[in-house]
Each structure stands twice: as C-alpha cells, then as structure tokens.
C-alpha cells in the first residue's frame, strides 16, 4: 500500500501526479529546487522538500538529495515524471535499496531497454523488426564512420542512454560527422550523465507512431493504441495526436502485438512506450522503448479514458491492471500542442522571462496540462515547456478545430511562446490531410515561421495595446481625470456607446 | 500622450490621455471608433466594431533610449513587436540600429544561456557557417556560426560565462 | 447557412456559446448589459452590443433591443442560452418575423410544451404516463384548494410557464395553501412574465431524471441518455450526473422512447429535456419539457462526446443530425457540481461581491464552464451560478474522486461560495451509494451544513493567511527589510530552510 | 505586528514582521514552525511541515471599527471567519455584538437584495414565523419570517428599497 509519494520532478509533470495522488487518497510531496519553491505543484501538495539549488545537476538530478528528501518526508514511494532521473536505472534501484518503492520500470527491464545499442539486440532476437545501426555503443567516432560508409548517409547519431531527441543528430556527409558526435556526445552527458552514443540508418519519409504499453507485475501487459508524433522540429516533438491517419485497425493490432514482445523481451513492468518508425508501406520498424511516462501520455488518456499516471501508481502498489486488453476501444481523436517559451519567429530561441499575465484556454474538448501561474519566472535552467494544451473532438476535425479556438483563448504576457506556430500549423491544408512524415516541419519550416506576425487590425489594435500600456506606465496614465484639450477626434472609451450609432458603417 | 506607433508594416499615430475617469484613444489617419477595456497586460481593443484581445508586454532590455520604446503584443494567435516613438524627440528608433565599422562583424548572442565551449581562438581564420562557440540554453546546445567568413578579431566570453540576449560574443574582421 | 450569431445571455452559457460559434467558424457577437461589458463573453466574441443597464428587465429580457442588437450587428440568428428569453415563444416569433434564426425549437412547439398544462394533456394523449394534477391553469388558489383536497397534500404548485424551480412551492396543508400561491404567482411574474400557476400532486421518495433529446427539420430525433438530477435544493438543481444509479439499461430505452414520442407530440426541433419523477418502484412520470440548452447539458456531452450547442447550431441551420440512435452509447460517469455565490454555512443566502482572486481547477477529467475573472463583481441583479465544475471519470467512483479533488483545487476570494458544500456531499456516504431522493438534500441540510467551517489546522492556517493580509494593508507590512527585534521565536518564511532540520517530529 | 486571531475554536497571538526582506510570521503557545508564501488573496501557509493553500479576503463591512477586523478565509474546502483583535485596543471584539434593548428583537437582512413586498403593518400582532416581508435577491424571492410572537414596533424599508446585508429591516416588540 502507497500511502505518500516524493514526486522528484518539476513543472506540469510534477503537478499532474499530485492530481493522481489525490484522487487516489495518497498525500503528495514535491521535491524542488529553491527557485521552484511557491511553483503550484508545491503548493498543491501535502508538502515541498527543498532538494538544491536551480541547476538541475544540483537538485532534480542529485539522487542522494532526492531519496534523502523522500525518507525525510516519510514518503514509501518515488515517482520520477519524464526527463531528469525517470530512465536512470541506478537511481531506481538506490530508490528500491533505499526501501521505497519506485514508480515506473524495475531497474533491470530499464537496463535492458534504457541503452539503446542494448535494446535493439534484444528486440531483434525477439522478433521485432529494426532499423540498420551500429551492433554496439560506440566508444570513439570512427566506429560510426565506418558504419556510416557501409550503410550510407544520411545516418543518424542518437545518446545510448536517453530519448526526447536530446544528444541526437542527423549526419549527411562525412564532413559532417565528426562535430555532430561531438556535440552529441556533450548534450547525452548534460542529458543523462553519460556520454554514450550509437548510430542508426537513417530513414526518410517515415512517420513516428509509438504505442502505449503498460504492464503490472501479474503478468498482465496491455497496449492502449498508437500516438502519432511525427511533427518534429530537429527531433523535438511538438504536436501528438492519437489515434494516427497512418495506422488501420490492423495496424494497431499489429504493433500492439510487437510491442508486447518488447515488454515481454524485456521483462518490462509499469507504463511504457515501444517508438516505431513507420515507412511508406505502413512496414513498422522498432526504435526505441521509453521506459517511462511520455510528455505526449494524456493524448491516449483522452482517447482511451484510462488514467495513466493513476495505472501507474496501482500497479506499482503491486496491483493488478482495472483494465483489460478487450476494455481498450480508443474513442474520438485527441491532439497535443507543446506550448514552449520559444520564439517561433526567431528561430525558436529560447524565451525566458517573467510571465506577466496568464489566461488559460477552457471549454468542451479542451484540456490545459501546466503548472503556470501568472507571476512565475520561466528559468533558463530547464525545459522550455511551459504547458500542453489538448483537445478532443469526436473525430480529427473537431478535434482540429477545438484545438484552434483554445489557442486563440491562450494569452501569456512576458514571454514569447510558441502558440502562433501552431495557430499556423493548425490552419495548414497538409495537416488537415494528415501530410506529413517526420522532415515535414524542418522542410517546411520557413514557410510556417513566415506570417506568424501580426498584421492589419491586429497590428493596429497591438500598437493601440502598447500605447495604452505605456500611457499607463507614465506619469500621465496614473492621474485620472484630468482633461485633455485640443486632443481630437476622440473615442470615448471604458465605457461603450449605446448601441445607436455604436456600429461603424459597413458592418454586417 | 502622443506617440508614433510601428508595428509590422503599419506606422500609425495614437494620442491617449484621460477624460473624465476613463481612457479615451485617438487613431490619427485612420476613421475608426476605438474601445478599450482590461487592465495590466491582458487588453480588449475593439476597432470597427471587431474586438481583438491582445496580451502586451514590454520588450526587455527596451529602456526608453532615443524616445523609443518596444513591447510584445499577442493578439489573436499572432505576435508583433510595437515599436513606440516618442514624437518630440530626435533620434528616431530606425537609428538604433548602429552600423557596426566597416569590414567587421559582430556576432551576438540571440539568447541568453552559458557558453559551454569556445571553438576558436583570436587570428584563426574561419569560414562561412564554421562553429564559433556553443552556448546551451533550456537544455540545449546551440552551436554559434560565423556568419561569413573572416579572421576571429576578438572573443568577449569564456567558457562557463553567462550571457544575456543581445551580449556581443566574437568579433570577425571580414575578408 | 449561418454566419453570425447573437448570443442573448450572459456568463457560462454565453461564453459555451462564443466557443461553439468559433468551434464552427461562425462570427459571435454578444449583447451585453452595462456592468457586463467587460465580461470574458463579451471579450473573447468578436463584438459586444450593449442593450440596456443592469436589471433584466431593461436589457436580456427586452425582446425589442435583443432583435435590434442583432440587426445592428448583422447577425443572421439568435442563441438565446437558457433562462431569460430561452423558452419565450413570443420571443422566438419575434426573432424568426425579423428574419433571423431562432437557434431553438418552433414557436409553436415551445408553445405546446412551454405551458406545463398545455403540456401535461398533450403528453397524456401521446400515452406519456402524467402525474395526477390539475388538468387546467388555475387562474384562483380556490381551485387549486379543491385539487389539493381531492388528491390529497402535499401537493406542488408550479409556475404554468417557466421551469428550473423559479415559482415552485411545496404546500403540505391547507393553511400553507394560499400564501404559497401568493409567493409563486409573484415569483412566476418576475421570472417569465406570466403569473400563471398550476398544481399537481407530490410524489415522495422519487428521483428526478430527464432525458436529453435533440431533433432536426428532417424528422430524424435522437435521445441522449439520462441525468440524474435529484440532488436539489428547494426545487433548485445544486448536483447533476450522467448516466443514473437508478437507471437501467432496459429503463433507458423505455425512457427514451417516451422522450421521443414527447418530441413527435409537440412537433418539437432542436434540443430539449424531457423531464420525469423516477418512483420507488422505476415508473417515470411525465414533469414537463425543458424547451432549450439545460445549465446540465455538459455532464451528457462528456459521456456522450456529442457536442450539444453545435449541434443545435447544425439543427437551425438546417442540416440534418450528425450523429443517429445507434452511435450513442454512453461511456463513463460525469457529474457536475454548480458552484454558486451563496454561503451554505447560512442558509444559501445570497454572496454578491467582487472576486478578487481566483484559481480554476484543471487536470484530467476537469472541466470548468465558467466566464468568471479575478476582478468580476457579481450582481445581484443575475442568477447566483458563478461556475459549472465537472468531473469525468471511467466510473462513478473515478468521477468523484475527480469532482474532490477539483473542489479542493478550486479557490476563488471575495466572496462565500457552495464550495464547501459541495466537498461535503462527495465525502457523505449515502451519496457514494447513490442512496437520495428528490428530498434528500432538503431532509439532511441541517447535517450537511453542519461541518463547513474550517477547523484545526485549517483554522489556524487560515488564522495565519488572514494576519498576513491585515499586516500587509498595514503600514508595516509595505516597507520592507525592516528589522524586527524582539520578536520570537521567528520562523523564517519566504524562504524554505534546507531540507535537513526542516520537517518536524512525528512527521511520516 | 501582533494580533489575536480567533478562528472557529481556536484563539492565537500571531505576530508577523518583516525582516530582512521577507516576512516572518511567529504562532504563540503552538511549537510550530510556520512558513508562508503567496501573494495578496491566494497564500500558502505551511504548518508542521503540512501545506495548506488558503484564499483570503476582508469580510464586507469590517471597518476595524473597535480593533477588530473579520477577514474570511477558504481552506482545504472549508471556510472560517477569522477576527483579528488588536491586543492593544481595548474594546474586545466580542463586545461589537451590542445588545439589544430588553423584550425588542431587532429584524435583519442576511443578504442583499430588494425589498418587493411589506407583508405586515405597525402595530400587527404576529406569530412566530409568520412573514414580515419579502426580499427578492438573484432572482429568488424570500419570506422573512419573525423569528417569535410580537408586535411590529416599527417597519424601516419599503417596498421596491435597496437593502445592504445586516440592514435593520423590522423592530419586534417581544411579548
């Protein structure tokens, strides 16, 4: 029995297992940095534990801080979220050693497909078809080279340890290769504390489509559908959708066997994700098995209706699955925007700053995945995500439109974000085809990033936004009252005319 | 108030003042009916009968230089930088934008983040997209390219430093 | 085909209807009173009209500026949400006289259902099973006395022209008689503008459930499902969930056959409710039809997926149904919890006030209908609903947990809201059992009122944040950094100690 | 700043200070340590290491009249009202519930609303629960009953008058 759960996470994450801790009566703890301190998933939990200082490195990465910080709290379990210490399989087994019960995969089945060189030949000898790449992790660049030679470019270098595109790299020439393992090599050892990496062939017109597994320690493992992810920018998802125009039922059905087989091959346990590459002939080839909760989970709770995180924590407890292969009949369409403190205009450079003001998208079909508040400093230390915003509809198109009403609700003020790249990308006829493989939005990315500025009354009504704003911010805006004079024609404003003569001509 | 307002192709003149309690605004050159309502950064703007919800900020490191003021405006799934001139004073804002000495480049950071690793050093010479400096930000290493090709004149970071948007990072003598 | 419509209410259902319109590409344009101008409806819509000050009757319940509103405005038809002009069949003549789309049944049907007597006689000749009353409007308490000493109290007098318990009494002897008739007459006056009132019999220990129905100009109707509406409070609906405990599914058929021969009787279009008493035994009785959108309609789209006020768009635009009998089939539990500005600790009597902060709920299986902003005064003038919490969950009890743990995130300050009551009643035991009647609440409110205040820990929290406020509106508290000596022991705050030394005893 | 707090059962000196820029909030006669955060209405006080998020405001018509100020507070679902007394003014808070003259009972409305119908007259003889007059508020329309057997000393609103919460509506004269 789970009765408290440390959270060692931040952000949205970090909140949406506080709302699976209390709906399953179990008291939540936050462990966070001195500057997530008064960040809402702290403030809605039981209680926050101060881990270290801002640089992850020193905090949401310091597995002695974070176990400490959960035996401290009388916590008897660790749920890790994405990212940080999730695919660490030394921070799950000091977590077990430490006699708390880790939510996500047992250390061996995340050893066994955590390393991707591994994993490959394990899926390999199982049955699942993969990608040509390299047989073993490679110590030095020139192994790659080889491989590369004989496979041929482009090819593709990936961190041996990680996933969520960090340390990956497309290499297109030879030139090309030595200063992309480099890089590579340093983003995994930022990423993920080692700086292994591999190589794979490179595939071109495929989809990205991944399958939920989850698995208890009864022996019961289900598949809960596909995502497809495949609108990538650099490897970076930013859109996910479930179910996908790629994949028949059949399909389903079949990746949901192989991906079984991995689960199984790996003696997986808890949520996981079996990532496919699917080609032009609807052939799926196995990429990777993230073993944990993906950023992109809540498509599949949409469309499925299983609450995820709430799956996790019961089969953690030792609990077997409430559900059942034959309770999973994925209903309706659901789609994710990655809502990023970017700017999309300027080459997605990161925005950090104080977010001034905030309101957030609501109304049937939508749902808001965030821990933002207006006042919070999105800091340059982590992820520049700052909310997920989904929408489900009872097919793609309402869930297409839906998803563009709420990003227009949107408004975040202090920071640019990426809102007007998916208002852009939401009103593409390709998209609405379903269009695209995973080169799409890096081809064509100057052509969605070219008119995402604001333009005829909109540009008049921000200049008249703006103007108010300074008014206001000057000695002039603070008096009130005063009159005016010689300053004509003017509006009467704050305060709107009766509607006679209110309407300008030539309206209707 | 009376300023000069550039935003995207539009260069507009906006008078707003206070009368009798509320704020009244005035658009030069334009016969439109202009309401405003909201307070702070989240703003109603109703023109012509259409109303347009615009979320405004100021643009950092915008410090009134010159009479010229910018702010960020999101306005119906779209952004556009405000450029606010102040009419009464000289030096319009077009003149910001200094022209750097002939034959020399200034490479400057487009985000704040830390510079991980210098790649080159003063005197080499470097072509056109070769990596000078990587800077990581939110996770991510960014490698810094020269934008044409040149002898590295001067390296204002080291390794380890911070750097704020706009933060001049390397100087390359163009050839 | 519509292309602009004329929303003629304010608050949650205005802004449900802004979002369908953009859901659908259509323009919306809100008519507004003077104190809501500034209201998020009227915001996020494409225009505002003003059609009067703050008293309904000046403005949302004047016919004439309703119709020259969306003239003006060049709308080509008129949602008219619920309450106000919804159910007026003068209204919708008006509207569809001046060439516009009454987005809503025919006047005639409204007619034919809209007087509760006219309605009872119809439905007793199509073979609906009424409950024993009076077969005519009443126009004197005297026949009404004769009705009530035939069939015997308690009786229920009932205002013939509206519905949503506006000019309902309950009379349980003949001394109670005529002052409730006095009250109803006069509160069916200012509600609908007809003083009209009948009786009928009371039926104890029932439940209240009502089919959703919606019907297009091409004769294919189709009924939603149930709500189970039973938990109200003197007549006023406070907690409505989807599917019933009491329904069957063999019972959900037969009810929703019934609700379609009501809809072919009258002759009936677009959406609408049937409403019927469940009996002890599983007998529905006929009530009445609710002639518009229910304020409930959402807890039957999250089970349906259906999206009602698209729909009704679709209906009144002429198109034909989307959706037929056969692909509706519920799926989950919703419930919905309305939160009102009343204070449950003092008899639900009335909070007006300004909010002057506010945190909405979000999170899976959340969803708030709301137009409240953190700066909105609430009138007296209007209806006491600030917000619509609900809650979907894979099964009841999913819901519920959900529905808490929304409660407990929902914080709004200024003014006393039915929060707290709502906590209560998803903690009781009968309601987790589903153990009500229509009388449930009324019967067990002196218990459930009972425990609302905060106490322990709460109220010494509580005790805490309110010095912390009258400290800052103090004038120590703006000027900063000074030092205060001589006060002890301190504990620092704004600041977390390190974990070590920071968690008492006896914590785990 | 040092007040008593009395919140439902619980009565405790609370002292809070600024210092060295933050505030400090200390809690007499309870060995607790207490940690605060939050802005204006919205607060998170933590208590023993247990974090409750608490939304706060002044309750309507607590002038601070008598060094008492009522703040009421929602909490983990529940409300309090919480009075605040100044240790150093005299004038308990508890004494601001005046009594009334003996035998006359004072009616007052417990919310806002209109006056719509005066049921009864001066000098009416009425019986417990029998309806004085009827106030209308959010469209509800509510009898208010005398709360025991009299005679109507004197009516003070009229039909289609504004009444604020707490308004003196009738005077019984108590038999």
Chains 1, 3 share one sequence.
């Not at chain 1, 997605?348 to 939508?366: M, Q």
Request: aromatic share 4%.
């Amino acid at each position: 029995m789970i009765r408290r759960i440390l959270i060692a996470n931040r952000g949205e994450i970090a909140l949406r297992v506080v709302r699976a801790c209390r709906d399953l009566g179990i008291s939540p703890v936050v462990a966070h940095s001195d500057v997530d301190r008064d960040s809402l998933p702290v403030r809605l939990a039981d209680a926050g534990v101060a881990i270290g200082p801002a640089p992850a490195r020193s905090s949401y990465l310091d597995r002695q801080a974070v176990i400490a910080a959960a035996k401290t709290s009388g916590c008897d379990a660790v749920h890790p979220g994405y990212g940080f210490l999730s695919e660490n399989p030394e921070f799950a087994q000091a977590v077990e050693r430490a006699g708390l019960v880790f939510i996500g995969p047992p250390a061996s089945a995340m050893h066994a497909v955590g390393d991707k060189v591994e994993a490959r030949r394990l899926m390999s000898k199982a049955g699942v078809p993969i990608i040509p790449g390299l047989e073993e992790r490679s110590a030095d660049g020139e192994a790659i080279a080889a491989f590369a030679r004989r496979a041929g470019y482009p090819i593709l270098i990936k961190a041996a340890a990680g996933g969520g595109g960090k340390g990956m790299r497309v290499v297109r020439s030879e030139a090309e290769l030595q200063p992309a393992v480099r890089l590579a090599r340093s983003e995994a050892k930022g990423a993920f504390g080692d700086d292994g990496v591999y190589a794979e062939k490179l595939l071109e017109g495929v989809r990205h489509v991944e399958i939920q597994v989850i698995a208890d320690a009864h022996g019961n493992a289900v598949h809960l559908g596909e995502r497809e992810c495949s609108l990538q920018r650099r490897h970076q998802k930013l859109v996910e959708e479930a179910p996908s125009l790629a994949v028949t039922p059949d399909l389903r059905r079949r990746m949901g066997e192989l991906a079984l087989l991995a689960v199984r091959a790996s003696g997986y346990r808890n949520a996981g994700t079996v990532e496919f590459l699917l080609d032009r002939e609807g052939n799926p080839w196995f990429m990777e098995v993230n073993a944990r909760l993906q950023v992109e989970h809540p498509v599949t709770e949409l469309v499925t209706g299983i609450d995820l995180v709430r799956a996790q924590i019961e089969v953690a407890s030792g609990r077997p699955l409430s559900f059942r292969q034959e309770d999973i009949s994925p209903c309706g369409w659901a789609i994710e925007c990655r809502i990023l403190a970017e700017d999309p205009a300027s080459g997605f450079h990161p925005c950090p700053g104080r977010v001034t003001a905030l309101r957030l998208p609501a109304g049937p079909g939508v749902r808001v995945d965030t821990a933002l508040q207006a006042g919070d400093e999105i800091s340059l230390h982590y992820d520049a995500m700052i909310a997920k915003l989904l929408a489900w509809g009872r097919d793609r198109d309402e869930a297409i439109r839906r998803m563009r009403r709420a990003l227009l609700e949107f408004q975040v003020a202090g920071i640019r974000t990426t809102i007007p790249f998916h208002v852009e990308l939401m009103g593409r006829e390709d998209f609405a085809a379903g269009r695209f493989d995973i080169a799409w939005v890096d081809r064509t990315l100057p052509d969605l990033t070219s008119k995402l500025e604001a333009d005829g009354d909109g540009a008049v009504a921000a200049a008249i936004a703006a103007a108010l704003m300074a008014f206001e911010r000057s000695g002039a805006g603070a008096a009130a009252g005063r009159p005016a004079p010689g300053l004509s024609p003017w509006a009467e404003a704050g305060r709107r005319a009766q509607m006679s003569g209110r309407l300008p001509k030539g309206w209707a | 108030m009376k300023v000069i307002a550039q935003a995207g192709a539009q260069e507009l003149v906006i008078e707003v003042a206070r009368r009798s309690g509320h704020t009244a605004v005035s658009l030069e050159g334009r016969d439109s009916t202009v309401e405003v309502s909201g307070r702070g950064s989240l703003r109603s703007v109703t023109l012509g009968g259409r109303t347009h919800e615009a979320a405004v900020w100021p643009v950092a490191g915008s410090d009134g230089a010159r009479g010229v003021r910018s702010y960020d405006v999101l306005v119906a799934g779209r952004v556009v930088t405000v450029r606010l001139v102040d009419p009464l004073r000289q030096g319009n804002g077009r003149a910001e934008e200094a022209a750097t000495a002939e034959g020399t480049v200034e490479i400057r950071a487009v985000m704040p983040g830390k510079v991980t690793t210098v790649l080159k050093a003063v005197g080499d010479e470097v072509e056109a997209g070769a990596g000078l400096l990587v800077i990581e930000a939110m996770k991510m290493e960014n490698e810094i390219p020269a934008p044409r090709k040149g002898t590295v004149a001067s390296i204002l970071k080291a390794p380890g430093e911070a750097v704020e948007a706009g933060a001049l990072l390397v100087v390359l003598e163009a050839r």
